[in-house]
């Protein structure tokens, strides 16, 4: 009997323990301040994180992360579900000072701009670069822009980040103001592959996707990667074998993600 109370007992203190880091991280993400961008009559709801210590007299590098599409909305919150962990952790915060927004994109639009068959597995994707951005990506542009005006960014370390739809929204977001970045992470999305003329040889990715992945083929990186060695880039490509979907997991896990990210400096 005593070792099932021991049972029962450590199972509680367990439980308990798991609650209440989980209670930590989400209170934590209060460090995100409410932000919203309006520009053109349009409204762009966004969190920022800025560096501990914050001193405005200061630079420090600027991140965007573009979040997949089932955490668009209005609550300015779910945005926050992937990602925003890993900076919020002491050692990132401490090793990596940078300020890092992650906006909003509405239910009813969408990062890039595209047409998409969802009546496939994987989904079809058909890329409309040349048509003027969504009404999510050019506020992200223009918020974008403000926050580079800012004294306090470092203008030559701006880096994108983006999973599934926000990868898709990455390789869009360089194509279009290529002379914004220094360097981009987009995690299982996809692009154009016409358009890496436009950042080729002059920003460095990290491109990531999951050989299982069932909804956004992972074809579709790997034929973006091919079209910028065919530029004359050099991708540094991981290609996860066990992962589906959710390869933003051990993406936003590997140990030098962001070592790596901070050694590039726009040119």
Not at 72 to 83: I, K, S, T
Not at 138 to 164: N, R
Not at 198 to 203: E, G, K, V
Not at 234 to 254: G, I, M, R, V
């Amino acid at each position: 009997m005593k070792y099932l109370f021991l049972i029962s007992f450590l199972s509680i203190v367990i439980s308990s323990a798991t609650t209440a880091d989980a209670q930590e991280k989400e209170s934590s993400k209060t460090l995100f301040s409410y932000e919203q961008h309006i520009a053109h009559g349009d409204t762009l709801k966004y969190r920022k994180l800025l560096p501990k210590n914050f001193d405005a007299s200061k630079a420090y590098p600027l991140i965007v992360v573009l979040h997949g599409a089932g955490e668009r909305g209005l609550d300015n919150e779910r945005q926050l579900v992937h990602g925003s962990d890993l900076f919020l952790e002491e050692t990132v915060r401490d090793s990596f000072p940078a300020v890092v927004i992650f906006p909003q994109c509405p239910k009813d639009d969408y990062w890039a701009k595209l047409e998409a068959d969802r009546s496939t597995k994987p989904i079809t994707f058909n890329y409309k670069y040349k048509e003027a951005p969504t009404k999510a990506m050019a506020s992200v542009i223009d918020l974008m822009t403000q926050m580079l005006a800012q004294p306090y960014i470092k203008t030559d370390q701006v880096y994108a980040m983006g999973l599934s739809m926000g990868g898709m929204g990455t390789f869009e977001l360089i194509y279009r103001h290529p002379e914004m970045f220094a360097a981009a992470i987009p995690i299982c999305g996809g692009g154009d592959p016409e358009s890496v003329t436009a950042f080729a040889q002059h920003i460095p990715l990290w491109i990531f996707h999951g050989a299982k992945d069932d909804v956004v083929d992972p074809k579709l990186s790997l034929a973006m990667a091919s079209a910028i060695i065919s530029a004359g880039g050099f991708p540094k490509l991981t290609l996860y074998d066990f992962a589906n979907h959710n390869s933003w997991d051990p993406a936003f896990a590997e140990p030098e993600l962001l070592t790596w990210l901070f050694s590039n400096t726009k040119i």
